[in-house]
């Protein structure tokens, strides 16, 4: 079972790597495409799209840079070896989101208080284009995104993108037809909302993970029933659970066994049960009443 468990764990690693580097690549051409479409038509819109899509490639390479770091051996200066920078990552992409979420909303105002004419039908031409290869990027990662922070923050990071094109879509549309040059800063300030309340969630548990707060994912109610319901177990305390990387959490916990059981043993069921809650790595300290009254 265990062999069989790690053999799906190689083919999921394998393949969120070949989702990155597609992800990457695809990206990197439409940027290539669209830059050339915006000196063509010397438009700054599109132009300033382009930069922008550049920041999203480079915010997929440091999810991909956080993947390999996880996977890096541990030193004798670095113990848990580099876990942690997966959620380091996490945050700055969380960041990098609330900041592009800051462009559209300067860009959207500039817009409101002087419209430009816009070329309708070419800007929704691209930004089509961009709906599409941001929509199939996002795709790459929507079997992994609720497991790991970075890939959530990467599949964020294009979901968003595919919506603001589909935004320069409707409103390329409309201006072509109408001439209404006002949409284009209302569709931005409407998808620059949705980014915010989407991204927050991201925002908020990258935070909380990089103060060794308790994982959103971790019930801690639950951890204390496990520990307090195994057999030889009388109670605990110094309970702390944290987080080591986005997909591995940390407790340690003083546990007062019952006089007269077997140590070991408790110690392997309360292990087993933590492991059962997402505790992955759990030190245990064990006490009887009367070293716990010497001691608490």
Not at 170 to 196: E, K, L, M, R
Not at 209 to 227: F, N, Q, W, Y
Request: glycine share 8%; net charge negative.
């Amino acid at each position: 079972m265990g062999e069989h468990h790690h053999h799906h764990h190689i083919i999921a690693a394998k393949s969120l790597n070949r989702a990155f580097y597609i992800g990457i690549a695809i990206n990197i051409v439409y940027i290539i495409g669209e830059a050339g479409v915006g000196f063509w038509q010397n438009s700054m819109g599109l132009l300033a799209d382009a930069g922008h899509n550049l920041g999203d490639v480079a915010s997929l390479a440091l999810s991909l840079l956080a993947i390999k770091l996880y996977k890096k051996a541990a030193t004798k200066d670095y113990t848990y070896g580099y876990k942690k920078s997966t959620i380091l990552i996490s945050l700055v992409n969380a960041v990098i989101l609330l900041i592009a979420v800051g462009g559209i909303i300067v860009e959207s105002i500039s817009k409101l208080i002087n419209p430009e004419p816009l070329e309708g039908f070419t800007i929704a031409v691209v930004a089509g284009i961009g709906v599409f290869v941001n929509g199939i990027t996002a795709y790459l990662f929507i079997d992994h995104k609720d497991k790991d922070l970075n890939v959530k923050g990467a599949y964020l990071h294009m979901a968003m993108d595919a919506l603001v094109s589909l935004g320069v879509v409707v409103a390329g549309i409309v201006i072509h037809y109408t001439g209404w040059y006002i949409i284009d800063p209302i569709i931005g300030f409407i998808v620059a909302f949705i980014i915010v309340k989407s991204t927050w969630s991201l925002l908020s548990d990258s935070l909380r993970l990089s103060l060794d707060g308790v994982p959103e994912s971790v019930d801690l109610e639950k951890i204390k029933s496990a520990i307090v319901e195994t057999d030889g177990v009388a109670s605990f305390h110094h309970l702390h659970v944290w987080a080591i990387s986005t997909t591995d959490n940390a407790l340690t916990v003083h546990i007062v066994v019952k006089e007269g059981v077997d140590q070991e043993l408790v110690k392997g069921r309360v292990k087993d049960s933590l492991t059962a809650c997402g505790v992955n790595h759990a030190t245990l300290e064990l006490e009887t009443h009367a070293c716990c009254e010497l001691n608490c």
